[in-house]
């Protein structure tokens, strides 16, 4: 569950979060009701005046929010009340030709892929941001002598490039693979009711390319019960996230009064220690990383679907994944923060 409003300002995240919220979702369906109708009068399933009806109801609607809620409740999912809704604002003779041929499932999947492709354009601006700062902080203080350490002992003396590069290094690697992932995580959903699509009378891969091309999304197969996409991704998520917990880790150790390798622009005060200045960016990544690692497992619990499509796995998947997304998009603002206001200072035990 979302954390409370105080505790969203210091872990939440209010662009991610605005991603995910109700209203870009029924934006994100609208969208894709209006580029299905359009794909199917392309090829003749229905009539090319629904499909403009369709589209300029969808671009002006405004739910009926209490009765979604009641029909969410309800059927476990929001879209048969949604349909319900758009048909009637639809109106006669169109009302037939909204939703021809689909399913909840393509609604919903397909909604959150068009999301996922803002948020992880995002994430890749944010980690472009912060291997800059990383680059910049290693050429102005690189050649700061430190003592490296292993199994927290002090082991021989290094730089702080060195340290550095230990930070860089993953989030390098994160960065390719999330390039490399996102054609096959911004696919589009279309498979009818038990991912044959069967319903659309041999125009299936047709319709499918029409939408995807509309939509600005990968064509594929229906993956309705093939959830191996969404569990990369959160792999992705956890182990940007336990990136950034690892430095936050180190320049927690780092902040130490008495190793003082590091400086921080700004520290969390004590209501009963005012001398202290406690390094809360790093010890917020930390808890985010073991958030994001704990919450890993149970997003992984939500790929066992049973045969075509589970209402349970499904249920799980929606209550996890953006607990995850927001926290990987607050480590990566809370990250290019603390490395901004890094200094790194001579140890006394390098020297």
């Given at each position: 569950m979302q954390p409370s409003s105080l505790l969203q300002s210091l872990v939440g995240d209010d662009e991610i979060?605005?991603?995910?919220?109700?209203?870009?979702?029924l934006r994100a369906m609208l969208r894709v009701e209006a580029a299905l109708a359009s794909a199917e009068a392309e090829v003749g399933l229905i009539e090319r005046g629904a499909a403009v009806r369709i589209s300029e109801i969808c671009a002006a609607f405004e739910p009926d929010w209490k009765g979604l809620s009641r029909g969410l409740a309800q059927d476990g999912v929001v879209v048969p009340e949604f349909v319900r809704q758009l048909r009637s604002a639809v109106g006669e003779p169109h009302a037939k030709s909204v939703h021809v041929g689909a399913t909840s499932q393509d609604v919903i999947d397909t909604a959150l892929v068009l999301r996922l492709k803002n948020i992880?354009?995002?994430?890749?601006?944010?980690?472009?941001?912060?291997?800059?700062?990383?680059?910049?902080?290693?050429?102005?203080?690189?050649?700061?002598?430190?003592?490296?350490?292993?199994?927290?002992?002090?082991?021989?003396?290094f730089t702080a490039a060195d340290k550095i590069e230990t930070w860089l290094g993953p989030l390098e690697r994160h960065r390719e693979t999330l390039q490399a992932l996102m054609p096959r995580l911004l696919v589009l959903q279309l498979g009818g009711p038990v991912g044959t699509r069967a319903e659309l009378k041999g125009h299936g891969a047709a319709v499918a390319d029409a939408m995807a091309r509309q939509l600005g999304l990968g064509s594929v197969p229906a993956w309705?019960?093939?959830?191996?996409?969404?569990?990369?991704?959160?792999?992705?998520?956890?182990?940007l996230s336990g990136t950034l917990g690892k430095i936050g880790q180190d320049v927690a150790l780092m902040a130490q009064n008495e190793v003082r390798e590091v400086r921080l622009a700004v520290g969390g005060g004590s209501s009963a220690m005012?001398?202290?200045s406690n390094p809360v960016p790093a010890e917020v990544l930390v808890t985010l990383a073991r958030f994001n690692a704990g919450l890993l497992g149970t997003l992984h619990q939500a790929l066992v679907h049973e045969n075509e499509r589970s209402g349970a796995a499904w249920t799980l998947e929606w209550l996890v994944l953006p607990q995850m997304l927001v926290a990987c998009g607050a480590g990566l603002n809370m990250a290019r923060g603390l490395i901004e206001g890094l200094t790194f200072l001579p140890s006394e035990a390098g020297r």
């Open positions: 979060e605005a991603l995910l919220s109700g209203e870009a979702e992880t354009e995002l994430y890749l601006r944010r980690l472009e941001h912060l291997i800059q700062a990383m680059q910049v902080l290693k050429v102005r203080d690189g050649a700061v002598r430190l003592m490296a350490h292993t199994r927290m002992q002090q082991a021989l003396p309705h019960s093939q959830r191996d996409r969404i569990g990369e991704f959160a792999s992705w998520l956890s182990l005012p001398h202290k």
